[in-house]
């Protein structure tokens, strides 16, 4: 009788002592934010994002190293979209939903066609996107 509740206290005893361990290696682990280019300030952010994309939509098709340019543009598309997709003094203006277009296509293109580079004819799509966000921009602020 006695082993009996003896073993059921250490039972107890080693999965309260087992919970504790979880629950502190959990919230004692260091939290990460995640890093971003963006500045919070949407215009220079926009113009920032059109200047660097348009280098990449001017890259040559034979160009060495088009696949980290390829990330690089995936990762600033994905920074800018998710810095201001859900402000919504911003997601309403004209000039973020030419530009959310223009990375949209551009974003697709890449994830599709990782190995293909961008069409002329979505080159000449994206730089009139690009030309008129930023415009558009300028105007908003």
Do not use: C, W
Not at 31 to 47: C, F, H, L, N, V
Not at 55 to 70: G, L, S
Not at 76 to 95: A, F, W
């Amino acid at each position: 009788m006695f082993v009996e509740e003896l073993s059921k206290f250490f039972a107890k005893t080693l999965s309260f002592l087992l919970s504790l361990t979880i629950i502190f290696t959990l919230f004692n682990s260091p939290t990460y934010a995640a890093k971003t280019s963006m500045t919070g300030d949407y215009a220079k952010d926009t113009i920032s994002v059109v200047k660097t994309l348009q280098e990449a939509v001017d890259t040559p098709k034979d160009f060495a190293d088009k696949e980290k340019v390829r990330q690089e543009s995936l990762t600033l598309i994905t920074d800018y979209i998710s810095r201001y997709r859900n402000r919504g003094m911003v997601n309403k203006t004209q000039s973020f939903t030419t530009m959310q277009t223009a990375l949209n296509a551009m974003a697709g293109h890449y994830k599709n066609f990782a190995n293909r580079p961008l069409p002329d004819k979505l080159k000449e799509r994206l730089t009139k996107e690009f030309s008129i966000a930023e415009k558009m921009v300028l105007r908003e602020s």
